[in-house]
């Protein structure tokens, strides 16, 4: 899947959480979160997209470009999970509108936290930074990669498709370069 339909499932995925703020007003908070790294996301990963077809930034982009495709993949699976999560929401059943929507929720919730150890929102926020670093490397040059192989990141396989997602912080050592997120793990 291109980046530009990464970013276009991370807007479709906002859009569907938006539609849980009326029926589950409780987790509103959690909900605007979660719609505000989606579109962070998608923003990222327009920038990476159209920086790829730059000459400007050519030989950075090849140095970051297997990172990109490992957070790509990531983003992928988790929207992927989401959006099959959201099917829930079309089933018929004899229970009310916002018991199906805090019926998906709490079913979303569990689901990433038992993949992660940790909720959607921060496997989001986790990603959205690997990604604006991403560009940033782009914007400033190599010079940030010193930065960048300081971000404590490890990879985790999704069960289901064995797919790679990030998962910061997990005894993870800085490299002398980074030539690919892979090379941490």
């Known amino acids: 899947m291109a980046l530009i339909a990464v970013a276009e499932s991370a807007r479709e995925v906002a859009v569907?959480?938006?539609?849980?703020?009326?029926?589950?007003?409780?987790?509103s908070?959690?909900?605007?979160?979660?719609?505000?790294e989606c579109y962070a996301i998608s923003s990222e990963l327009q920038k990476l997209d159209n920086a790829k077809e730059d000459q400007r930034y050519y030989h950075d982009?090849?140095?970051?470009?297997?990172?990109?495709?490992?957070?790509?993949?990531?983003?992928?699976?988790?929207?992927?999970?989401?959006?099959?999560?959201f099917g829930?929401?079309?089933?018929?059943?004899h229970i009310s509108r916002r018991a199906a929507y805090h019926q998906v929720w709490?079913?979303?919730?569990s689901h990433f936290y038992?993949?992660?150890?940790?909720?959607?929102?921060?496997?989001?926020?986790?990603?959205?930074?690997?990604?604006?670093?991403?560009?940033s490397i782009?914007?400033?040059?190599?010079?940030?990669?010193e930065v960048f192989r300081k971000e404590?990141?490890?990879?985790?396989?999704?069960?289901?498709?064995?797919t790679p997602f990030l998962v910061p912080g997990r005894g993870t050592k800085a490299r002398t370069r980074v030539t690919s997120v892979a090379t941490w793990f």
């Open 16 to 27: 569907g959480f938006n539609k849980f703020l009326d029926p589950v007003p409780e987790i």
């Open 88 to 93: 829930a929401l079309g089933r018929p059943g």
């Open 29 to 36: 908070t959690e909900i605007t979160a979660l719609m505000s």
């Open 152 to 162: 404590k990141a490890t990879r985790t396989l999704h069960p289901s498709t064995g």
């Open 61 to 85: 982009y090849n140095y970051i470009y297997t990172d990109v495709l490992c957070v790509r993949q990531s983003l992928e699976c988790t929207f992927d999970d989401i959006i099959r999560l």
């Open 106 to 109: 709490r079913e979303i919730d």
């Open 138 to 145: 782009l914007n400033d040059g190599c010079q940030q990669a």
């Open 114 to 135: 038992q993949e992660s150890g940790f909720p959607l929102c921060k496997r989001l926020e986790y990603n959205r930074l690997f990604l604006k670093q991403l560009n």
